[in-house]
């Protein structure tokens, strides 16, 4: 397998992006192969004697962090983000992972890869510690701060699969982020996904969950749309920086909030792996984001979900 990385993007790329392959190189699978693309003097000048393993692809523009995504997309083929969309659409890299310019990238999965036959629209999820251990997945994040119920239910359908797979959860069970755990409650939009999941036989569906039971574990797939997932979501990254300064931070349950420890969050719903990761991503959340591709490129998981959607 062979992975592509935009080594220009990210707030601490290229010095972070090569430390975390350095990282990677020390634990990967031999068969793993990365396409590095970027500044080639740059790439050479840090790997005199370039390692079997990789390759560099050059790049001649970087796309910076506030451009404005589809016109940076378009005004710089050159870079190493379009580069990497190219590479994944023709098959020459089986996967790319970039911490560059977050709506760029989501831009280039929209015009570069197809969505799975069926899926309605791609989402983004992120994992959630679970107090007694391990993690769930919340999604949608961000990329559906409006959706439909047919959203939701296609959602918890690729989050199952998701925590199936790179979870290592056997039978996830998905619950429907609401205002009460009774059926009916909710807005217009929680009470129409509800009776979708509820009738849905390709998920474990348990029902409402409340905000207080989002850390809690009582389900391993928690749906909502964007909106309301974004907010957990940066409001489980502020937990993390306030037990930082409060000097909590070293405890288990604590440190799983930092987001190094799994690295990114692939985009889920289209037909080729898409990873994408935090601005401040550093080497160790670097080494994680390629570890995350490997992992699903090895479980098929992507396969997985093409042939859920057949079946659907």
Wanted: proline share 5%; glycine share 10%.
């Amino acid at each position: 397998m062979t992975i592509g990385i935009d080594m220009m993007g990210g707030d601490y790329a290229p010095e972070a992006t090569l430390q975390g392959v350095d990282l990677f190189l020390q634990v990967s699978p031999p068969d793993v192969r990365l396409k590095l693309i970027g500044d080639a003097a740059m790439l050479q000048a840090h790997y005199p004697e370039l390692p079997r393993r990789l390759s560099i692809v050059p790049s001649t523009q970087v796309i910076d962090m506030h451009e404005p995504p589809t016109r940076a997309l378009r005004e710089k083929p050159d870079s190493s983000m379009s580069i990497g969309f190219r590479l994944l659409a023709k098959g020459e890299i089986d996967a790319f992972i970039s911490a560059g310019n977050t709506g760029a990238m989501m831009v280039g999965v929209f015009y570069s890869i197809k969505a799975i036959e069926g899926v309605l629209r791609p989402t983004i999820s992120t994992v959630i510690p679970k107090a007694h251990g391990g993690y769930g997945l919340l999604l949608d994040v961000g990329l559906q701060a409006d959706c439909k119920p047919e959203n939701l239910l296609q959602n918890a359908i690729l989050g199952s699969i998701y925590a199936q797979n790179i979870l290592e959860i056997e039978q996830p069970r998905v619950g429907l982020i609401n205002i009460g755990e009774e059926e009916g409650k909710g807005n217009l939009l929680a009470q129409a996904a509800y009776q979708l999941l509820k009738d849905c036989n390709l998920i474990n569906f348990i029902g409402n969950i409340e905000g207080r039971e989002v850390l809690t574990g009582k389900a391993d797939v928690m749906v909502c749309d964007g909106f309301t997932g974004n907010i957990i979501l940066k409001l489980g990254e502020s937990i993390f920086d306030i037990a930082k300064a409060r000097h909590l931070h070293e405890d288990d349950y604590f440190q799983r909030f930092n987001f190094e420890t799994y690295g990114g969050t692939p985009i889920l719903g289209v037909d080729k792996p898409v990873i994408v990761g935090h601005g401040i991503s550093t080497a160790r959340a670097f080494k994680n984001m390629i570890l995350l591709g490997v992992k699903m490129l090895e479980t098929r998981l992507l396969e997985k979900m093409k042939e859920k959607f057949v079946t659907e």
